[in-house]
């Protein structure tokens, strides 16, 4: 046990930061379903928790709630203001990614206003707790400040700006984050750059290069990582993510690791083909994770989902986590939020929803049960 992870337990033990054991808020019978194995102690609270029970070589991540779809909710900034989803964000979990707080229009809303107080409270909140910190994300094409995106830079401007933001994000969180999604969703369903990015638009595929080594000279020791959705089945956007990796390796870029997001829909099959795919990246020495996983479903009019959906979401979280389990290099497991009341989901697809392994009042679900129960059955070295 490393001294870092000395000091986490430690302070875990010491703290009140054990969770109340989890009540339905809603009566009905789905969600009798969502009892589990007792694992609590004499005063009712759990003790067996996702971070425990996890091999010492796999990171049990969350997405840190804030920014992003929240600002327009009826409630105030999840991370800052929910004390006992706090408390359980520290309990279950020994990986942390700023759902939105490091993105570009968050972090940088001006071309020369950097703002890291939100990112910065989450990053101490990490090192307070043992947690280690995703970096989450530098170049992308969503959530661009209007600054950057409305504005009329030459080329060599725009290089500049990329090359100044990451210089200064990563260099801001040196030796503090453990990976850094550098580059997130570059590629399209078809493989091809996608030219909604307006670095990739307008300077050209090799812009993901530059990124990646300014990247690793702001933070030598930070495993910079290649992040997206659609590649948990093989195909041509998994070929071209892989020809892209064999060609920056090939170049001596300081790619380490390639992603899956994971973000999942009852619709649609399990991922069953999901290690078979990380093993091809592994197979080039990357490091594999897995960074976003969420399993979205149709709800009933009720709106409260059936045992039977429940148990078929169980299966999928399971599922994807056997597959990081299953691949040697696959250091990192982070589901998209814990707990339904902070979820993206509804807000993107109005009729679906539940897609977290807890509810509202952070009752745990089958499939919290089916993370913490397969990863107590896994092994150091794997
Ligand atoms: O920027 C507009 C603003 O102009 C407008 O007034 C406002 C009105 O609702 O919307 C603003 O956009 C919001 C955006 O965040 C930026 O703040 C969207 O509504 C909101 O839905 C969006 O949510 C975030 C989303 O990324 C954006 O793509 C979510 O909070 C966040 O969970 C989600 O996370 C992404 C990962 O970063 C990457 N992978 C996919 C994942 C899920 O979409």
Redesign the pocket.
Known sequence: MSKAHRVAVAVLAASALLVPGAQPAQAGASRQATTGPAATDRSGYHVLTLRRAAPRDLRIGT?A?G??????QPYPDPFTYDQPYRRVLAHEFNSVSP??QM?W??IHPERHTYNFGPADAIVKFARRHGQVVRG??LL?H??NP?WLQDGQFTKDELRAILKEHIVTVVGHYRGKIQQW?VA??ILNENGEYRQENIFIRELGPGIVADAFRWAHQADPKAQLFL???GVEWPGAKVDAYEALAKQLLADRVPLRGFAS?A?LSTRYGAPDQLAAVLQRFDALGLHTAI??LDVRMDLPESGVPTAEQLQTQATYYKTVLDACLAVAGCNSFTI??FTDKY??VP??FPSEGAATVMWDDFGRKPAYYALRNTLAAAHWGR
């Open positions: 997405a709630a920014g992003g779809h929240h600002v327009d759902e939105n993105k229009e968050f989450h994300t992308w969503s959530q209007a999604d997130n969703e992040n997206d959705y997001q973000h960074t976003e998209w939020g979820s993206w807000v993107f």
